[in-house]
């Protein structure tokens, strides 16, 4: 019996046929309930309320792109309900028209995340083409975990040297049991071990320009704590225990979407969830969250406001919504897309895929 449960927690929304794999279904949850009776205001309310509504770009400084859900992971809170399972993965083509687009645009970082994308059969050679345009900052977002998963992995702190990468991984925590409770048995010692084979290279070393960069999210229906208290709790542990190092810790608030949903749904922690992230609200985080400094483009060329977005299906307000048809100067011009979800990144001292947004 325990086998069974083992099995059912370790496949995706997906796999298992579940209504909240669909996003129009979560959508619902999102805008029925607590927010259609009133209890709690809408965002677009909240954000009104300060004359914040619309919400509009600042000006583009990310490209993120997805080239895949496909990940040797299923953890327990993924936004991206990614797995073994997926199998959305980016071609070629739509890789050389992102190139077209790293090459002519005015962002200054590129941020390449999954699934993991190291398991996309092109992330190599779409990686060595990305990393001759020069772009400042080129982030690759590693489970850690695939370095060790196969020996065809086994090389790529090597890789990312090589084409300097500045990589942030997950890591929900220091210790074994909290770790492996979110992303499955096994993880943490895999995630240690690949650390020190990262900073055996240089990565995350004093003064190493081959930067390395760990996330933490809450394993369970609260919100991060400190995040710099955080950062150093971190690297005192880590250092003390495995000799570890690295640059920073960047907390992420979950948001209620996918897997995470799901489990507020089953642990019955859904409306408690909504109602601290609407307690925590705080105007100064909307200045900069990360949707008015970024595009989003998912596997299949579309553009999103951000990753949260394209996980519900929510495309740019504009007449440009692929790749292949990309014109910053129109997208600039746009209003961005909100939904209920959107607490999560103005909740506290706010969130993004960098961490908090607010001092």
Known sequence: MLKEKKKKKQQSLHKRNSDLAVANKQLEKLSNGIFANGELPTFSEKINETNQFPLRPKGLEVLQINVGYMCNQVCEHCHVDAG????????????????????NTGAHTLDLTGG???????????????????????????????????????????FFKKNNVHIISSMPHWTRGKTDKQRGEGVFDQSIEALQELNAVGYGMPNSELRLDLVYNPSGAFLPSNQAS?????????????????????AITNLPISRFLDYLIASDNYEDYMYSLVDAYNPAAVKNVMCRNTISISWDGFLYDCDFNQMLELKVASKIQHISEYNEEILNNRNIVISQHCYGCTAGAGSSCQGTVTE
């Open 230 to 250: 955080m950062e150093k709790d971190f690297k005192k542990a880590l250092l003390e225990d495995f000799n570890i190092q690295f640059h920073n810790l960047f």
């Open 116 to 158: 993991a994308p190291e398991m996309n059969p092109n992330f190599r050679w779409f990686v060595e083409e990305a990393s001759k345009v020069g772009i400042k900052d080129f982030i690759v977002r590693s489970n850690l975990t695939i370095i060790r998963a196969n020996k065809k992995y086994h090389d790529l702190p090597e």
């Open 84 to 103: 073994p399972d997926r199998k959305e993965i980016m071609t070629r083509e739509t890789m050389e028209q992102c190139l077209d687009v790293i090459k």
